[in-house]
C-alpha cells in the first residue's frame, strides 16, 4: 500500500482536469493561426482564461498563462524589476518565501538590486510592520500567500494594502494558497493606484491537480512590466511562445473543481490534519508543529521532531509506503536545511529534522492511520 | 539481509549493488552527497559528489529496481576529511583522505546510519575480500593486486567488518567488472576511474593546500642544518621530493637531493641524498585491529605504506606506546600522517598512523 502525504508537492491530475486536457487535445491548429482550425484552437484558449479569470478574480486579458509557478515568479518579479522607476533600487524579500522567489531575486542582487530582507515571525508569518517599513522607495516587493513548508498563511489583504499606501508594486506568490483559501485577484488589488499595489499574483496547475507545466501570472492591466520571453506577441508581449490550449483547459478545469469544492475540502481536511497532528503527537510527545496552529492551510501539518535526522525519517516512512517532504528545496535530491524553518528563529539542527506531511483531495483516514502507525518506531530509529 | 549499497555513480559499486540484488539480498541504494557546492555536470575522472554522478547512481539502481536515496554527509565529510587532511598538512604531516573517509564516513557514520535504520550490512564496490576465519571475518586482499583496495579498508576494526560487503573482491580484474557492467546494461560502464582526492576538483592538491593553508615564504636546510634554499611555503613539499627545489648552494657531492622531512613549527623543508630517504623504522600511536588483537607482542609481518606501494616483509612490536614496525629492508617515501598497514600474506592485520621514523643513515653519512 502507498500512502500519498505530499500533495503541495504535486497534487494528483484531477479526472476533470485529464478530461479537459484530452479534449483539448483533439482540437487542431495553432491558437495565433488566422485560419478556421486556428480559430477553434483560440476560441477553447480564450474560453479556459475567461474561466481561469472568473476563479482567480481578474479579468482574461490579465492571465498570462505560465509554464508554472516558477516561470510566473521569474516573470513578475524580472519583469517588475526591468521596469521600475529610475530611482528605485530595491527588493523587499521576506525571509521565508519560496526558493522560485528567493534565487531569482538572489540573481537580481548579483545584477545590482540591493535587497531589503523582512523578518518572519517564529510562525513563519511575514512582519506586516516591518514589511510596511521597508517599501518606501522599493522598486518591488514579493510575499507569499501562504508558506509553502509551514502553511502559515499571511494577510494578504493587509500586505497588498500596506504596498498600495507606500506606491510600491507587489507580487503576491499563492501557489501554496491556491485552491485552499479564497483569493480575489481584484479584492485584494483593492483601489491601488496604477502599476502599483498588488500587480501580479502566481499560481502553478499542479498543486490543484492540473498537468505539471501549466501555471498562471495575473498580470493587473495597469502592471508595468518588461517581459521575459521574446519572440511573438502572445498574450500581451508578456509571454512569447505557442500558446498551450490544452494545458489551458486543464488548468481551467481544474481551478472551477477546486473552487467548487473548497469549502468542504476545507473542513474535511483540517480535521483530517488535526487528526494526524493530535496522533502524531500522542505518539510522539516531543513533537512540536510548525507554523500557525489556526491561520494554516487545511491540508499542511508540518511538525518538528526534535534530534531526528530528516533523511533517516523520510526513508523509513517511504518503506512503510508514506510519501512526506521536508518541505525544503532539493539539490541533487537531497534536502537542505529548511531556511525558512531557520527563518522562524530554530537551529540548522532543528531545521534538518522538520518533516511536512500535506493532504489533499484523494487523502483518507487511512493515510493518517498509516502514518499514526509507523511514525513512532521511525522517530526512535531515526534520532541520533 | 537487508543491504545498504553505497553507489557513487562508477562502475564499481554499481555492479556491486547488482550482485547483492543478484545474491537474494534486500538491496536499497544510497549516494552520499559529500560536497554541497559539488558541480552539476562530471569532469574528466575527477571527483564523484556531481550532480551528474548522483544522478547515474540513481539510473544504476533504477535499472535494479532497488529503491535509492540520496543522503547529504557534507557536514561530517568536511569535518572529519576535509578539516583533517588541512590541519594534517598544517602539522606537516601527509594523511590519505580515501581512507579518513573509509574511517569516518562510509563505515562510521553511514554504517551507524544503516544499522540504526535496521539494514545487516553496508555494500560498497572497493577491490577487497571477507573470509570467515577461526576468530571471526579477516580482511583480506582482493584476488585482483593491481585494483586491491585493502590498504584504504586497513582502519577498519571488527565490527565494522562483520557489518560489510565487498561483492567485488574476488573478481580477477577490473575488466571483468567493466564487461559485466556492460553486460549487465549498466550506463556507467566504460565511465573513467576516479583518482586523486575527490574534494580538489581540478586535482591541483598543492594550489588547493596554499590556499586553505596559507603559504608563507621560509628556508630550506640541510641535514646539518645550514640554509640551502628557500621555499614559498612548507606544506607544498613531500617526503621523496625532488622536483621544485630550486635550490641556491649545490651539493657538496653534486648529487641531487630530495626532501626528508617538512617542519611546520619552523616552516623549514630539510633536505638531503636520496640514501637519506632510507627509513630503518616506523612507529606510531594512534592504531587499530581489523579483528581481534594479536596474541604476540611482537610477530613478523609484511607492511606498506601507501596505497599502490608494495608490501615489504617486517617486524612488529606492540607495546602501551602503539605499534613499531622494522622493515627487513628501508622504506622509501614514509612521511609521517602515511597509515602504516599491518598484513600477515593477504590477511589485514591493522595499522597504525605513522608518528615518528628513523633514518637508515645517520646524519653525517
Redesign the interface.
Same mark, same amino acid.
Given at each position: 500500500m502507498r500512502f500519498y502525504l505530499d500533495h503541495a508537492a504535486s497534487s494528483p491530475l484531477r479526472p476533470e482536469a485529464r478530461e479537459a486536457w484530452v479534449a483539448a487535445s483533439e482540437v487542431v491548429g495553432n491558437a495565433s493561426s488566422t485560419h478556421g482550425a486556428g480559430q477553434d484552437a483560440r476560441r477553447l484558449l480564450e474560453e479556459s482564461r475567461e474561466q481561469i479569470a472568473q476563479m482567480l478574480g481578474c479579468d482574461p486579458i490579465e492571465v498570462v498563462l505560465t509554464s508554472g509557478g516558477t516561470e510566473a515568479i521569474n516573470t513578475a518579479l524580472r519583469g517588475l524589476w526591468m521596469s521600475r522607476d529610475a530611482d528605485a533600487d530595491a527588493i523587499v524579500l521576506p525571509d521565508a518565501e519560496h526558493h522560485a522567489t528567493m534565487d531569482t531575486v538572489a540573481a537580481l542582487h548579483t545584477g545590482g538590486a540591493a535587497v531589503r530582507a523582512v523578518p518572519v515571525d517564529a510562525a513563519s508569518r511575514i512582519d506586516l510592520a516591518a514589511f510596511t517599513a521597508a517599501l518606501p522607495g522599493a522598486a518591488v516587493a514579493t510575499a507569499l500567500v501562504a508558506n509553502n513548508e509551514t502553511g502559515t498563511i499571511n494577510d494578504a489583504d493587509a500586505l497588498a494594502r500596506a504596498a498600495s499606501a507606500a506606491g510600491v508594486p507587489l507580487h503576491l506568490d499563492a501557489v501554496a494558497a491556491c485552491g485552499h483559501v479564497p483569493l480575489s485577484f481584484r479584492m485584494l488589488r483593492g483601489d491601488a493606484p496604477a502599476a502599483t499595489g498588488l500587480v501580479a499574483l502566481s499560481i502553478a496547475g499542479h498543486k490543484i491537480g492540473a498537468p505539471v507545466g501549466t501555471g498562471a501570472l495575473v498580470v493587473a492591466r495597469s502592471a508595468r512590466m518588461a517581459p521575459l520571453l521574446h519572440g511573438g506577441a502572445q498574450q500581451r508581449g508578456l509571454r512569447a511562445g505557442t500558446q498551450d490550449v490544452p494545458g489551458a483547459a486543464a488548468l481551467a478545469a481544474a481551478l472551477t473543481a477546486s473552487e467548487a469544492e473548497r469549502e468542504d475540502e476545507a473542513v474535511r481536511l483540517s480535521a483530517l490534519r488535526d487528526r494526524l497532528i493530535d496522533g502524531i503527537r500522542q505518539v510522539v510527545p516531543q513533537a512540536e508543529l510548525l507554523g500557525d496552529p489556526v491561520r494554516r492551510l487545511p491540508g499542511n501539518a508540518h511538525l518538528l521532531f526534535p534530534g531526528a %535526522?530528516g @533523511?533517516?525519517l523520510?526513508?523509513?516512512l517511504?518503506?512503510a509506503g508514506i510519501a512526506a517532504s521536508t518541505g525544503s528545496a532539493c539539490?541533487?535530491? %537531497?534536502? @537542505?536545511p529548511s531556511h525558512v524553518v531557520m527563518a522562524m528563529g530554530r537551529s540548522e539542527q532543528d531545521a534538518r529534522s522538520a518533516l511536512r506531511f500535506t493532504l489533499g483531495r484523494t487523502s483518507t483516514d487511512a493515510d493518517v492511520d498509516a502514518v499514526l502507525a509507523a511514525i513512532a518506531d521511525a522517530y526512535a530509529?531515526?534520532s541520533r | 539481509m537487508r543491504v545498504l549499497a553505497a553507489m557513487s555513480g562508477g562502475v564499481d559499486s554499481a555492479v556491486a549493488a547488482a550482485r547483492a540484488v543478484e545474491a537474494g539480498h534486500d538491496v536499497v541504494g544510497v549516494h552520499l552527497a559529500l560536497s554541497r557546492a559539488g558541480g552539476t555536470l562530471r569532469t574528466g575522472s575527477r571527483g564523484c559528489c556531481t550532480i551528474e554522478d548522483a544522478l547515474d547512481a540513481r539510473r544504476t539502481a533504477d535499472l535494479l529496481g532497488i529503491p535509492f536515496y540520496v543522503w547529504d554527509f557534507s557536514e561530517r565529510f568536511r569535518d572529519d576529511v576535509i578539516d583533517d587532511f588541512i590541519s594534517e598538512y598544517k602539522a606537516g604531516r601527509t594523511p590519505n583522505p580515501c581512507l579518513r573517509c573509509n574511517e569516518k564516513i562510509k563505515f562510521a557514520a553511514l554504517l551507524e546510519r544503516a544499522i540504526e535504520l535496521g539494514f545487516d550490512a553496508v555494500c560498497t564496490g572497493h577491490y577487497a575480500t571477507l573470509v570467515d576465519g577461526a576468530d571471526g571475518l579477516e580482511l583480506h586482499r582482493a584476488s585482483d593486486a593491481a585494483k586491491d583496495q585493502s590498504y584504504v579498508l586497513g582502519v577498519l576494526n571488527a565490527e565494522q567488518i562483520a557489518h560489510t560487503y565487498f561483492p567485488l573482491g574476488s573478481t580477477p580484474s577490473k575488466a571483468i567488472v567493466r564487461a559485466e557492467a556492460a553486460e549487465r546494461g549498466i550506463s556507467v560502464a566504460q565511465k573513467p576511474d576516479s583518482h586523486d582526492i575527490c574534494f580538489i576538483p581540478d586535482g591541483d592538491t598543492r594550489g588547493w593546500l596554499a590556499e586553505k593553508v596559507g603559504a608563507e615564504q621560509g628556508e630550506i636546510v640541510d641535514r646539518n642544518g645550514a640554509v640551502v634554499g628557500e621555499h614559498d611555503g612548507a606544506h607544498a613539499f613531500t617526503v621523496g621530493q625532488r622536483r621544485g627545489l630550486r635550490l641556491g648552494v649545490p651539493a657538496a657531492d653534486g648529487k641531487p637531493r630530495f626532501v626528508l622531512e617538512v617542519r611546520p613549527v619552523t616552516n623549514t623543508v630539510v633536505v638531503g641524498p636520496k640514501e637519506a630517504l632510507a627509513i630503518a623504522e616506523i612507529s606510531g600511536e594512534r592504531h587499530s585491529w581489523a579483528g581481534a588483537a594479536p596474541a604476540a607482542s611482537d610477530f613478523a609481518c609484511e607492511v606498506q605504506i601507501r596505497a599502490h606501494a608494495d608490501p615489504v616483509p617486517a617486524h612488529a612490536y606492540l607495546s602501551d606506546d602503539g605499534v613499531r614496525v622494522v622493515p627487513e629492508e628501508p622504506l622509501n617515501g614514509v612521511a609521517p600522517g602515511q597509515s602504516a598497514v599491518i598484513y600477515v600474506g593477504t590477511r589485514v592485520l591493522g595499522q597504525f598512523t605513522i608518528d615518528r621514523t628513523v633514518s637508515a643513515v645517520p646524519v653525517d653519512a
Open positions: %535526522v @533523511e533517516s523520510l526513508f523509513l517511504d518503506m539539490q541533487a535530491g %537531497v534536502a @537542505e530509529r531515526a | -
